[in-house]
């Protein structure tokens, strides 16, 4: 998957997490995660840029997504304190630093499984699972999910600061 399909599907994962937040009181932080999980959206695509390591290899593996979760769960104890931003009380800040980088990069996994080429989410056990539904480089599909990754991280945002029933 391209670049904007890959980042609508960030903003479809994000848009209940977002509404969750934005409706407890927490916007600045609600800003702080979609900001950073659509950043590193294309984080597992360093793998071109790597030399030495096969595209859709190490970097798009639940194992890399583990790891990305770690470093985010110790950034998040090392600034989670020192943060300006109201952030939920009855959340543990490195649990959900984990969660943000797991699910960032399996956010972007999502998106290369629907593709021939698939995921191998298990490296280094060889074996890709694919469900075939596009091509990497297709229009309509990189339009459509921006779209409506657009559309739904709005729409939660909206709904949010209306207040509407739950
Ligand atoms: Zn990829």
């Given at each position: 998957m391209y670049k904007r399909g890959h980042l609508g599907i960030a903003m479809l994962t994000l848009a209940p997490i977002t509404f969750r937040l934005v409706t407890a009181g927490y916007p600045a932080f609600a800003a702080l995660v979609a900001g950073t999980v659509l950043y590193l959206s294309m984080l597992p695509d360093v793998d071109h840029r790597l030399p030495l390591v096969s595209h859709r290899g190490p970097t798009h593996s639940l194992l890399f997504a583990a790891v990305v979760g770690g470093v985010f769960a110790g950034a998040a104890s090392l600034v989670g304190p020192a943060l300006s931003v109201p952030v939920?009380?009855?959340?543990s800040m490195v649990a959900f630093g984990f969660l943000l980088g797991f699910g960032t990069v399996v956010a972007h996994l999502l998106g290369d499984v629907i593709t021939p080429m698939g995921v191998n989410f298990l490296w280094p056990y060889p074996k890709r699972w694919s469900l075939s539904i596009t091509p990497a480089d297709s229009a309509p599909w990189n339009w459509g999910l921006f779209a409506l990754g657009v559309f739904a991280l709005a729409g939660a945002v909206v709904l949010a600061v209306r207040g509407a029933p739950i």
């Open positions: 939920p009380g009855d959340v």
